[in-house]
């Protein structure tokens, strides 16, 4: 197939070839060729809009080059930021009096098996009871090297949020007071929130029929 | 081991060595060190709390919390299902605020769709008046075993009779008493049933009456106020470093409230005050509570003219077809289920509304990519639900912040250095719901 009429868009990587997960020659849909790539990683320009700017303004003058990208998506906004920097854009983000973020949310963890090199994300919500504004901040480490400094000595409430992500996500906080397993057993083996642990799960028999494991049924995503 | 010989003949016992001087040892010094485990299974701890106290005669030195006993995986479980099933799930995290939970998981969802604006009026009043309608039944509980925990009986049976009377309506408009899955994504799942008003309105009638009793009984009682005032005190700096939000924090005299700092679902249209004490102790907090029933009814109430007012007989899900449940149900001989009304319609007359009906029920309606965070003021404090979608028919990642699980990290702030009596009182201020906190 020539390429020569296509718009020169970047190449990213394939998130799904054919529909449905048919992939030998029962396929007569003739959707069998379809290629969807993975959409580029969003990325924000200037102006953000509503107070999105000042807080960018404010935190690029202290913390040029902490901040990877920003995204401005649905009204809300992310900072993407280096994890060596996290810690000192967090405490700007709390003590500047034009930021003073003074409530934090708690700290959330995404796997993206996909993503190479920044496989495990950690979310801060943080939300400023000052001037009523609400900001994301998001880091990442890759699979190989699941690290990220803690952020306990700023927002003493990540406490049990930190060790909730490590249980989850094997995400190790370094400096955190004490990293262990809170909701799961301290004997178990294993991430249970990462998309490579199983669901698990038994087929049910109803009626005669089988209704398979959650994890083994169709998906149409 | 050695051996004595007594006129009995010889006794064996486990002395001598250096166990002695062991055993000298730890006589000598001052502090007799008791390590105890309160919970998982105590009936003040809320469910399954483990509390491993460490004990200085009947002081506590150190508290250390326990959590996970029921973590169910909640989470992890919705990745597995459509958007819609998810509220099936949500609903069951924290089992007293059920309505909240859902609320919560509903406007994130509809935060990624972009579809906030479009959500019917009268499907928001109804939010409202559903979530106010709980709160009270999730402070009654609170206050219930509150009382019980301290040892007073009459608070319980009062609080869980006038508990019953906002199940009885839960059950009257949705079906079930908890864990309802009212709320969905574009709406509610069916609207109020004939009678819903005048039921609501006796309600509304009854209960200003019996938080007046509940306040008689409490208020001033010095048994109870012996117990709850200045103990288990947070300060406003405790709350803010230790994340704390809900009636703890208002109790330390901050009114911060997302219902008015950042309203949602047209919160700003209602007419309430937000409670505040400046005690920082358990006290403090039952006003703060008490207080916000009161508030909550004074929502109810405008929210109930509403929907029998100017919004009566409005849509109560989105009119987009490819994301409006397309469920209108209808009570019939066999218990709830699709209207025939419904079914006519999609088997005899519209094939566009039977592959509707289809594809939504079969694999659900597709979410955009992207992130979102809603939160609303939950009995608790702020309850947030941060959505992640890959673009599918199925959540990519949930997260709940709730704020059991955060409040719960206040335990040994508030506890050490007291006595073990007020640890009780403490756990029961904080008012941890443990299927919220462990999820």
């Known amino acids: 197939m020539t390429t020569d009429n296509l718009p020169g868009l970047p190449e990213e990587p394939v998130a799904r070839r054919g529909m449905f997960g048919v992939h030998d020659t029962g396929d007569t849909s003739g959707y069998g060729r379809l290629v969807v790539r993975r959409p580029p990683k969003p990325s924000s320009a200037r102006p953000y809009g509503s107070y999105?700017?000042?807080?960018?303004?404010?935190?690029?003058?202290s913390f040029a080059g902490a901040i990877e990208r920003v995204v401005v998506d649905r009204g809300e906004v992310t900072f993407h930021v280096a994890r060596e920097h996290l810690v000192d854009v967090m405490r700007g983000l709390r003590d500047d009096p034009a930021l003073r973020f003074e409530l934090s949310l708690g700290v959330s963890g995404v796997h993206y098996p996909e993503d190479t090199g920044a496989e495990l994300h950690a979310v801060y919500h943080l939300c400023s009871i000052t001037h009523n504004r609400r900001v994301r901040v998001e880091t990442s480490c890759p699979d190989a090297d699941p690290r990220i400094p803690s952020t306990v000595p700023v927002y003493p409430t990540h406490?049990?949020?930190?060790?909730?992500?490590?249980d989850f996500f094997g995400i190790v906080f370094d400096g955190h007071p004490g990293l262990t397993r809170i909701e799961m057993p301290d004997d178990w083996e294993g991430h249970p929130q990462r998309k490579d642990y199983p669901l698990g799960g038994i087929p049910v028999d109803y009626r005669g029929a089988e209704v398979p494991a959650p994890d083994k049924r169709r998906s149409y995503s | 081991m050695t051996s004595t010989t007594e006129t009995e003949g010889r006794i064996y016992d486990v002395a001598g060595q250096d166990w002695d001087e062991l055993v000298q040892e730890v006589t000598d010094s001052a502090e007799e060190r008791l390590v105890i485990n309160m919970g998982p299974q105590h009936p003040s701890t809320h469910g399954v709390l483990r509390l491993v106290l460490t004990l200085d005669g009947e002081t506590v030195t150190e508290a250390r919390t326990v959590i996970g006993y029921l973590h169910t995986g909640i989470e992890k479980n919705m990745e597995f299902r459509t958007?819609?099933?998810?509220?099936?799930?949500?609903?069951?995290?924290d089992y007293l605020a059920p309505i909240f939970n859902e609320t919560a998981y509903c406007m994130a969802v509809e935060k990624l769709l972009g579809i906030t604006d479009r959500i019917p009026e009268r499907a928001q009043a109804i939010r409202v008046m559903m979530m106010e309608l709980n709160r009270i039944s999730s402070h009654l509980v609170a206050i219930?075993?509150?009382g019980l925990e301290l040892g007073a009986t009459t608070p319980m049976l009062?609080?869980?009779?006038?508990?019953?009377?906002?199940?009885?309506?839960?059950?009257?408009?949705?079906?079930?008493?908890?864990?309802?899955?009212?709320?969905?994504?574009?709406?509610?799942?069916?609207?109020?049933?004939?009678?819903?008003?005048?039921?609501?309105?006796?309600?509304?009638?009854?209960m200003p009456g019996r938080i007046k009793e509940m306040r008689k009984l409490l208020d001033a009682n010095p048994?109870?106020?012996?117990?709850?005032?200045?103990?288990?005190?947070?300060?406003?700096?405790?709350?803010?470093?230790?994340?704390?939000?809900?009636?703890?924090?208002?109790?330390?005299?901050?009114?911060?409230?997302?219902?008015?700092?950042?309203?949602?679902?047209?919160y700003e249209t209602y007419e309430f005050d937000v409670p505040t004490e400046n005690s920082c102790d358990v006290y403090g907090r039952y006003l703060v509570r008490v207080a916000e029933m009161e508030e909550s009814l004074k929502i109810i109430e405008q929210a109930?003219?509403?929907?029998s007012g100017p919004l009566k007989g409005g849509p109560v899900m989105i009119e987009d077809k490819k994301i409006g449940w397309p469920s209108q149900l209808a009570l019939g001989p066999d218990g709830l289920g699709n209207s025939p009304d419904h079914i006519a319609h999609i088997m005899g007359s519209s094939m566009e509304a039977l592959i509707h009906h289809f594809k939504l029920v079969t694999e659900g309606f597709r979410v955009p990519a992207g992130q979102a965070y809603a939160s609303v003021?939950?009995?608790?404090?702020?309850?947030?639900?941060?959505?992640?979608?890959?673009?599918?028919?199925?959540?990519?990642?949930?997260?709940?912040?709730?704020?059991?699980?955060?409040?719960?990290?206040?335990?040994?702030?508030?506890?050490?250095?007291?006595?073990?009596?007020?640890?009780?009182?403490?756990v029961a201020s904080i008012d941890p719901v443990m299927g919220g906190v462990d999820r």
Not at chain 2, 384 to 412: E, I
Request: with cysteine; charged share 25%.
């Open chain 2, 223 to 266: 048994v109870y106020t012996r117990r709850t005032k200045d103990v288990a005190y947070l300060d406003l700096t405790g709350c803010m470093a230790l994340g704390i939000t809900g009636p703890m924090l208002r109790a330390a005299g901050l009114p911060w409230d997302l219902r008015k700092s950042q309203p949602y679902l047209g």
């Open chain 1, 52 to 61: 999105f700017d000042e807080i960018a303004d404010t935190l690029e003058a």
């Open chain 2, 377 to 426: 003021e939950s009995p608790r404090g702020e309850l947030g639900a941060h959505v992640v979608s890959d673009g599918g028919t199925r959540p990519y990642r949930v997260h709940f912040r709730d704020p059991s699980f955060t409040n719960l990290q206040a335990l040994p702030a508030t506890c050490e250095g007291g006595m073990i009596a007020d640890v009780i009182s403490a």
């Open chain 2, 304 to 307: 109930l003219d509403r929907l």
């Open chain 2, 144 to 146: 219930a075993t509150f």
């Open chain 2, 83 to 93: 958007w819609t099933q998810g509220v099936t799930f949500v609903t069951r995290m």
């Open chain 2, 158 to 206: 009062f609080g869980f009779r006038e508990r019953e009377m906002v199940l009885d309506l839960f059950e009257y408009i949705t079906g079930l008493r908890m864990n309802m899955a009212y709320v969905r994504p574009g709406g509610v799942s069916v609207d109020l049933p004939a009678g819903a008003v005048d039921k609501i309105g006796e309600f509304l009638k009854v």
């Open chain 1, 159 to 166: 406490d049990w949020h930190e060790r909730e992500t490590y």
